[in-house]
């Protein structure tokens, strides 16, 4: 079955502690990108990656790091998580940029205190 | 900088109305995207807009996109309570990256 995966799906955790948030797709897409959603505010854009060892910023990128050294595998990564990162993270992938549909991971809620 | 707005932000109605939901998005763009959130889950793709004057349908749902005007609109007809949900709009960017900008969503409720 065709999915984007991600784990953890909730998690705690006190400001400053480094953790990572994981996204796996196994359709072999090129194209993978990270998402916050607060209320009010929709969706905005982390990051994104169009293909292995090609990322970029969004429009919110402070506080956050990525990588993407295998081509299924997307990574989140807060070095020193604050209270204002407290949101909804969803991980997205499609098969190039050109391509119209979207995948999205069933979400991460994270909260940090 | 692009913005993209939707309205209503909020939406009750009884079933068997009919409405429409706007959005506004404020540079060209020839890709416009309909998705539908349910409470704690993720996003279900319903439509993808990518030229002037498409409509597309499904069900009691149909999307249309005014390039000119940058306006998409999503029409309810009929509506029923399964149609309850929040839906996004959202718009691509080609020459940044491919990005999606969403509007705010508008929070749909159906009441019996």
């Known amino acids: 079955e065709a999915q984007v995966t991600q784990n953890p799906r909730y998690l705690i955790t006190v400001t400053g502690k480094k953790l990572t948030v994981t996204c796996s797709q196994n359709m072999n897409h090129e194209y993978m990108s990270w998402y916050r959603q607060d209320p009010g505010l929709g969706l905005r854009q982390i990051y994104y990656s169009m293909n292995v060892e090609v990322t970029d910023k969004g429009d919110v990128p402070e506080g956050y790091k990525v990588s993407r050294k295998e081509k299924r595998n997307f990574p989140l990564i807060l070095e020193s998580p604050s209270p204002n990162q407290t949101s909804l993270y969803f991980c997205?992938?499609?098969?190039?940029?050109?391509?119209?549909?979207?995948?999205f991971g069933q979400g991460t809620r994270l909260t940090v205190v | 900088e692009l913005k993209v707005e939707q309205n209503p932000l909020f939406l009750s109605m009884q079933e068997g109305k009919n409405y429409t939901i706007y959005c506004n998005y404020s540079?060209?763009?020839?890709?416009l995207y309909w998705y539908r959130q349910d409470p704690g889950k993720s996003l279900e793709s319903l439509f993808v807009?990518?030229?002037?004057?498409a409509v597309k349908q499904e069900g009691r749902l149909m999307a249309s996109l005014d390039t000119k005007a940058r306006l998409s609109t999503l029409h309810i007809t009929a509506a029923v309570h399964d149609l309850s949900a929040t839906y996004f709009c959202a718009v691509e960017e080609e020459t940044s990256g491919s990005r999606l900008t969403f509007g705010e969503g508008t929070q749909l409720t159906v009441n019996p």
């Open positions: 997205a992938s499609r098969r190039t940029r050109l391509d119209t549909e979207a995948f």
């Open positions: 807009l990518l030229s002037n004057g």
């Open positions: 540079t060209t763009s020839d890709r």
